[in-house]
């Protein structure tokens, strides 16, 4: 061990300054001089390098020696490195400099001797016994700072290691999707929709609906959740001129209730969920009917596809959704792992439904909670992309932001309600990849829904549904309480006639589709 005389020798601190990169050996500019100054106002002495062999770059031994040979007649100060990586190449070439310089008649000597001062003048020591308060704190302070710095560069390198990994294993998926075997599929199905304050454009739904291609029997059937505008008249004016559509009423108690009655009102064993919002075009229920053929499947994703793009927010949100959720779809269908068959389009056996047992009050986000049950009763979700649904989506920062904040909230419920599929090789790539993609990437959160608010909303929910308690408990937002988790949707828009449902854009440029959920506030967005 060294004597700590020796010891002492390793704490000192340094009068001396140099501009680091040699950006200033040979300033020439005002903005090379003013480190400079600087630096001499700290009371720093400047020092500035006359031969410089570049042995960061690790040219080798040899070079490193031959560049001081060559420059050595330029000055007397020579700069190497001892830090900032390997530096076994300066080492090496060390004693071949001395050699070479003494063989010269060089002196080598330090900074201190060449200035004629002490050296203890120009690296004075450190006090290394009581520091004081002030260097205490930033030496701490400086330490927390270089560990969050590190710490958020490890971060960094391996989120982007996430991201990309993944973004390669979804688009290999996605490109070895094929489209499922065509199947004669004509049995009679039951298509439920839930409505609040959707008179302007539930016509259009309906119309849109009952002039399918789709060659079986079917019923329609819109529950009028309470609204206090026009839409049960406009339901019953589509009624009388097609009886298949049946209009129930009930008081104000949200969307999934109205749902569940909807459910308990349909009289056939496959189901076809749609929002008031959603227009399908002639092929939608075929296509989307189709995979039934299969007894195997139990459910059905639709494609969701923005139908207002005369706003920049809504193409962008167009093409999240083709890009995003659509290749993310495509990618778990050959993986049995989608985590949200949407309830703006989708359709699933009621004998599924049943098993799964039905839907659920305790979660915001209905259709992805209806999905993981479904996966638990091992039934199979695939997803047709031909099978088209024209939506509306936010047109302003606010109503997206606050649509994302809650998709993120009901789907962070779900996760904590069904964390036991997490990780768990009964549910193979569900549990083992698309569910913890929710948690790692939340703009995936629900499968193909970008998730806004993710932190935000997810101590309360996940504390909450730890204790058992339902939805009503503990949401609550501007002071109000709900009475159970609800979806309700107001529309401010003129109504949408879409005679050619190909042609999305003509729907109204001021559509703003407002939804409410679990006493949010109503000028909250949904899209399924």
């Known amino acids: 061990m060294r004597p700590a005389s020796d010891r002492n020798n390793y704490r000192r601190a340094t009068t001396l300054f140099r501009p680091p990169y040699a950006a200033d050996t040979q300033p020439s500019q005002m903005s090379e001089l003013m480190p400079l100054q600087i630096a001499q106002d700290l009371s720093y002495l400047v020092v500035l390098e006359n031969i410089d062999p570049q042995d960061w770059a690790k040219p080798g031994a040899d070079i490193i020696l031959q560049r001081i040979k060559q420059q050595r007649r330029d000055g007397s100060i020579i700069l190497l490195h001892d830090a900032g990586g390997d530096r076994s190449q300066t080492v090496a070439a060390l004693?071949?400099?001395?050699?070479?310089?003494?063989?010269?008649?060089?002196?080598?000597?330090?900074?201190?001797?060449?200035?004629?001062?002490?050296?203890?003048?120009?690296?004075?020591?450190?006090?290394?016994?009581?520091?004081?308060?002030?260097?205490?704190v930033s030496g701490a302070g400086f330490r927390v700072y270089h560990a969050l710095e590190e710490f958020l560069w490890a971060f960094m390198i391996v989120a982007t290691?996430?991201?990309?990994?993944?973004?390669?294993?979804?688009?290999?998926?996605?490109?070895?999707f094929r489209r499922l075997p065509q199947h004669d599929f004509v049995a009679p199905i039951s298509i439920v929709m839930a409505a609040y304050n959707e008179e302007k454009v539930i016509a259009g739904t309906l119309r849109s609906l009952v002039s399918t291609d789709y060659n079986g029997e079917l019923e329609i059937i819109v529950v009028d959740d309470g609204s206090h505008d026009q839409t049960a008249a406009e339901v019953e004016r589509v009624a009388d001129v097609d009886p298949r559509v049946r209009l129930l009423r009930q008081e104000n108690r949200g969307k999934a209730r109205a749902l569940q009655r909807a459910l308990a009102a349909a009289r056939h064993g496959v189901i076809v969920f749609?929002?008031?919002?959603?227009?399908?075009?002639?092929?939608?229920?075929?296509?989307?009917?189709?995979?039934f053929g299969d007894e195997t499947i139990g459910a059905v994703s639709g494609h969701a596809k923005v139908?207002?793009?005369?706003t920049f927010i809504g193409r962008c949100q167009s093409l999240e959704y083709t890009c995003g959720f659509n290749l993310d779809r495509r990618a778990y269908t050959r993986w049995n792992c989608i985590t949200v068959v949407p309830g703006a389009i989708s359709a699933i056996r009621k004998a599924a439904i049943d098993r799964a047992g039905g839907l659920s009050l305790q979660t915001l986000a209905e259709d992805t909670?209806?999905?993981?049950?479904?996966?638990?009763?091992?039934?199979?979700?695939?997803?047709?992309?031909?099978?088209?649904?024209?939506?509306?989506?936010?047109?302003?920062?606010?109503t997206l932001a606050r649509q994302r904040f809650r998709w993120a909230y009901g789907t962070l419920q779900c996760l904590w309600k069904h964390r036991d599929m997490i990780f768990n090789w009964n549910y193979r790539a569900l549990g083992w990849f698309s569910l913890p993609s929710v948690w790692f990437f939340p703009n995936h959160s629900r499968g193909g829904h970008a998730g806004g608010g993710f932190a935000l909303a997810r101590i309360a929910s996940v504390r909450c549904l730890e204790r058992g308690a339902p939805v009503c408990n503990y949401i609550s937002f501007d002071g109000r309480h709900p009475g159970d988790a609800r979806l309700h949707f107001r529309t401010r828009t003129d109504h949408a006639r879409v005679a050619d449902f190909a042609d999305a854009a003509d729907l109204s440029a001021d559509a703003e589709l407002l939804h409410f959920e679990s006493d949010f506030p109503r000028d909250q967005r949904r899209m399924g």
């Open 307 to 310: 139908g207002n793009l005369r």
């Open 95 to 136: 004693p071949r400099i001395l050699d070479w310089l003494h063989t010269r008649g060089d002196t080598i000597v330090p900074l201190s001797t060449l200035l004629g001062t002490s050296r203890d003048a120009v690296m004075p020591p450190l006090q290394t016994t009581n520091p004081s308060l002030a260097r205490m």
């Open 274 to 291: 749609v929002d008031a919002d959603t227009h399908f075009q002639r092929d939608t229920l075929p296509l989307l009917l189709e995979p």
């Open 369 to 398: 909670d209806l999905t993981l049950s479904l996966h638990k009763n091992r039934q199979r979700i695939v997803y047709v992309p031909q099978a088209i649904g024209w939506t509306e989506a936010p047109e302003s920062v606010r």
């Open 161 to 176: 290691a996430l991201v990309v990994a993944r973004t390669l294993v979804v688009i290999w998926l996605a490109y070895r």
